[in-house]
């Protein structure tokens, strides 16, 4: 910090004035600067980052906002004799037109700084001596990134001597929610307080019937977190002009948090197989990411799945500013071949037809899909299309040659304007595709015939976190959002956005032009729902069968029970059963298949999810009929125990406990305890669990920061994965 000088008397003036007066000719020379960081940072809204915490503190600015640094000479500051210009620049061939460079001379008669906000600008505010106070305003469109700052000192009219000074510092510049020429500009406070601000939350997984919330620690202000996202920005060869815009910032963010083009943040890996690094699972946050990524120079972290790449996209983006929520899509499509369609095919015998020669067709329906929305306005499109706009980092198709997704406009999704960029086909399937069933038809010219077609099943909930509530010990904060991104199923809305969409897709048109049997069908099938079951319970897989007709049926029935992955992808079947039987005109039966614990325990897979399918074909009437259904296992309850209120730079217990559910021992079991300000990502690995035995393991730490602050848990093993908590401590003095 600098001292200010002062002046004792006037025949030290004199000999001052004498010293000066024999250099007045020389350019003014820098010896240091002062950012005055933390000052600067309440002035910008990152008072928040820890880096201003550290021993070194750097500038942490947004765009859009004015900061004040001073510079202290090599001698008495001269007004209208020494030139001063300062000057930013961000990039390596950093350029006035392109806005990746900007001279500021300082003017002395100038002591305000200009009304205008979209511009940079500069204004001296006080000299004191050999100190000078500067007032810099930065332009709300300026490129986010890292900048470096350098002076340019000559006398005036003398340009043959000038003084070049580089700063040392690293400057960061970030997007500004507050700042209303900002493109992510969010008016509403309570809505900033979440999107921006806050640093834990949850990611809603399970399934529709019975979402599950699992706790993140976002950590978006944790020291490591910055330079990491700045390292992510520079991997992605976004030019320095381009990151003015928050559109192609996050376009980048979306292919920069999966590794497959860019060696970016995260290696995806969806088969269970992650002993060579951290399973999905185990992470309780992005910091411990992010940490890892940096401290290897920016190699891929292993490994992510889809809420892992979404919580890692909150913190990034929430670290540069950008407005963020992660949000799950539940019965999600993946439709490969742009039909608008999930097919799926059975073989004649009722079959599920997993991979075949005649079928080039991999779609799927995820069990629920976590993307991302940030808030930003979109000068690219016509009014009305701004606000959320939909991001996805989890690879799934490529967008012009680059596994990435968006920005795509939520308002766009929702009214089928399938021509808007970014990638709105792709985003309106994964929430409007109809789900069609083929079954294998000799007479059919193309082999196949339609059994069935639902089009009411895909994206059947979209959930997101309640702004400003977080619910410790249950789900009661989760938000219900499915009415932003499509209309009510079977309304006129509804089928008219899916008309839309169907034109402008080619391909989409053929497929909706294949049509099934047009008979009525007089037997009913009806796949009894199963909503939840507990893990090591017995569950039933039903159909109600009804013949509405005054003749005897003959009907050939499969019912499947089968370990899926939450991506849809089969992991191996459990149980099946399948028999021909009849039923007399006018009567009603039921099939049911029971399926044990010890049947499907050693079968399920990461989310514990079963998906069934029942297949029905009438003989006498040619009649087919095909049904599916997916549910999740209910997880033990995992409690926290802690004091209350802990002090900062004290050491703090806290207890965890569970039961184990199951007749049979929890092996390979591990728990990771994470919480900002509270406890940097810890792994520990615990001992085996016996069957049904009451679980309780500890640790101790220590709150660096008072407030309140959340803590979070997440015990996994190879039986049971996925178990977590979280919990409110305030830290006081």
């Not at 390596?92 to 002395?108: A, E, Y």
């Not at 009304?115 to 300026?142: E, F, G, Q």
């Not at 940030?374 to 606000?387: A, E, H, I, K, Q």
């Not at 169907?502 to 048109?509: E, L, T």
Request: glycine share 6%; aromatic share 10%.
């Amino acid at each position: 910090m600098f001292q200010q000088a002062s002046s004792k008397g006037g025949s030290n003036k004199l000999m001052m004035f004498s010293s000066i007066q024999g250099r007045m000719m020389e350019p003014i020379v820098p010896t240091s600067t002062e950012f005055y960081c933390k000052d600067n940072g309440k002035q910008c809204n990152t008072d928040m980052y820890d880096l201003l915490d550290s021993e070194s503190p750097f500038p942490i600015l947004r765009r859009g906002c004015t900061f004040s640094f001073a510079i202290r000479f090599d001698r008495e500051y001269v007004p209208h004799q020494d030139v001063v210009r300062v000057r930013f620049a961000i990039g390596p061939k950093p350029n006035v037109v392109k806005g990746t460079r900007v001279i500021l001379p300082v003017q002395p008669k100038q002591k305000r700084l200009p009304n205008d906000p979209n511009r940079w600008s500069i204004c001296l505010d006080k000299v004191d001596d050999t100190i000078i106070m500067l007032r810099v305003h930065i332009s709300a469109y300026a490129p986010v990134g890292i900048w470096k700052c350098s002076l340019q000192t000559n006398i005036a009219g003398q340009k043959e001597k000038r003084v070049d000074y580089e700063i040392p510092e690293d400057i960061y510049i970030i997007f500004n929610p507050w700042c209303p020429q900002d493109g992510v500009y969010m008016e509403n406070e309570e809505e900033r307080n979440e999107y921006v601000l806050n640093e834990t939350g949850k990611i809603w997984c399970g399934t529709f019937k019975n979402p599950s919330g699992k706790h993140w620690v976002f950590g978006q202000f944790d020291d490591i977190v910055l330079p990491a996202a700045m390292l992510l920005m520079e991997k992605s060869g976004l030019q320095y002009e381009d990151r003015q815009s928050p559109v192609y910032v996050t376009r980048a963010i979306s292919a920069l948090i999966n590794s497959v083009d860019d060696d970016g943040l995260l290696e995806g890996r969806w088969d269970g197989q992650y002993e060579d690094g951290t399973s999905p699972f185990a992470w309780t946050g992005s910091p411990g990411i992010m940490d890892e990524f940096l401290r290897s120079g920016g190699k891929s972290v292993k490994y992510g799945q889809c809420w892992v790449f979404s919580g890692a996209t909150v913190t990034v983006c929430r670290a540069l500013g950008i407005p963020c929520r992660s949000t799950t899509n539940y019965v999600s499509a993946h439709d490969t071949n742009k039909s608008m369609t999930v097919d799926k095919y059975f073989d004649i015998f009722g079959n599920k037809i997993e991979e075949s020669d005649e079928i080039d067709c991999r779609d799927s329906c995820w069990n629920f899909h976590v993307w991302n929305d940030v808030w930003l306005t979109r000068p690219d499109l016509p009014p009305g299309y701004g606000g959320w706009q939909i991001i996805d980092a989890t690879p799934q198709e490529t967008s012009d040659k680059v596994f990435r997704c968006g920005p795509s406009s939520v308002a766009a999704v929702k009214k089928g304007q399938v021509g808007f960029l970014y990638d709105t086909p792709f985003v309106f399937s994964e929430v409007n595709a109809d789900i069609v069933h083929f079954k294998e038809d000799e007479a059919s010219d193309w082999g196949f015939s339609r059994m069935s077609i639902n089009k009411y099943h895909v994206g059947r909930k979209i959930v997101t976190k309640q702004v400003g509530i977080t619910d410790s010990e249950g789900d009661s904060d989760i938000w219900d959002v499915t009415d932003l991104y499509k209309n009510p199923e079977n309304t006129p809305a509804e089928r008219l956005a899916v008309y839309n969409a169907v034109r402008g897709i080619p391909i989409a048109k053929e497929f909706y032009e294949i049509r099934g049997s047009d008979e009525e069908n007089d037997v009913f099938f009806d796949l009894i729902d199963i909503d939840t079951v507990p893990l090591g319970q017995d569950f039933d897989v039903v159909v109600k069968i009804v013949n509405k007709s005054n003749e005897e049926r003959t009907i050939s029935a499969v019912l499947t029970a089968a370990s899926v992955l939450y991506t849809g992808s089969a992991a191996g079947d459990i149980k099946k059963s399948q028999g021909v039987f009849k039923i007399a005109g006018g009567k009603e039966d039921t099939l049911q298949m029971r399926v044990t614990s010890a049947e499907y325990l050693d079968k399920l897979v990461d989310h514990g999810l079963i998906k069934i399918y029942a297949t029905a074909a009438v003989e006498e009437t040619k009649q087919a009929w095909s049904e599916e259904d997916d549910f999740s296992m209910i997880l033990p309850v995992l409690t926290i125990s802690m004091p209350e209120t802990c002090t900062v730079n004290q050491p703090c217990e806290v207890k965890f406990r569970f039961k184990n559910p199951l007749n049979v021992p929890l092996t390979n079991c591990s728990y990771t305890v994470e919480g900002p300000g509270l406890q940097k990502p810890k792994i520990v690995e615990h001992r085996n669990v016996d069957p049904n035995e009451e679980v309780e393991f500890g640790l101790s730490f220590t709150a660096k920061k008072t407030g309140e602050k959340r803590l979070v848990v997440c015990f996994n093993c190879k039986e049971i994965k996925n178990l977590t908590a979280s919990k409110i401590v305030k830290i006081g003095t």
